[in-house]
């Protein structure tokens, strides 16, 4: 079974900084490119950044670029999301998700963070963030 598994979430002062992981479960992360999305209750769920199988791309919403970076560990079956200078917008459910694709443009990476349809192949259960005094 193909499964995607996130953690480090958790409750995080403004200002402050966490680390969350994607972890593979079944197949090679290293094939895949990948993307952190995020949700909030009522509102439709928004693409964070994602990374292509080859790393040789990354991509960010405008939000998050110089707070966030995204990147794999050494063995390839992890991915890393790290988040600092957390404001409170930030708060949501994050879910990492991969696509079997060997493209690496930043056009591509661009369509699958905006969750285009037929992109995303494999989800994770999600973990949350919450930034808060």
């Known amino acids: 079974q193909l499964q995607l598994v996130e953690s480090g979430g958790g409750l995080v002062q403004p200002g402050g900084s966490l680390r969350l992981s994607c972890t593979a479960s079944?197949?090679?992360?290293?094939?895949?490119?990948v993307g952190w999305f995020r949700q909030v209750p009522g509102k439709e769920r928004e693409g964070v950044s994602c990374?292509?199988?080859?790393?040789?791309?990354?991509y960010y919403r405008d939000s998050v670029k110089d707070r966030f970076t995204i990147s794999r560990d050494s063995a390839g079956n992890t991915v890393y999301l790290q988040l600092s200078s957390l404001k409170s917008e930030d708060t949501a459910v994050y879910y990492c998700?991969?696509?079997?694709?060997?493209?690496?443009?930043?056009?591509?990476?661009?369509?699958?963070?905006?969750?285009?349809?037929?992109?995303?192949?494999?989800w994770g259960q999600g973990t949350p963030v919450t930034v808060s005094l």
């Open positions: 079944g197949f090679a992360l290293d094939n895949y490119a």
């Open positions: 998700a991969a696509t079997e694709s060997a493209l690496n443009s930043r056009d591509f990476l661009a369509r699958l963070c905006a969750l285009s349809p037929g992109y995303v192949e494999i």
């Open positions: 990374i292509s199988r080859s790393d040789e791309a990354t």
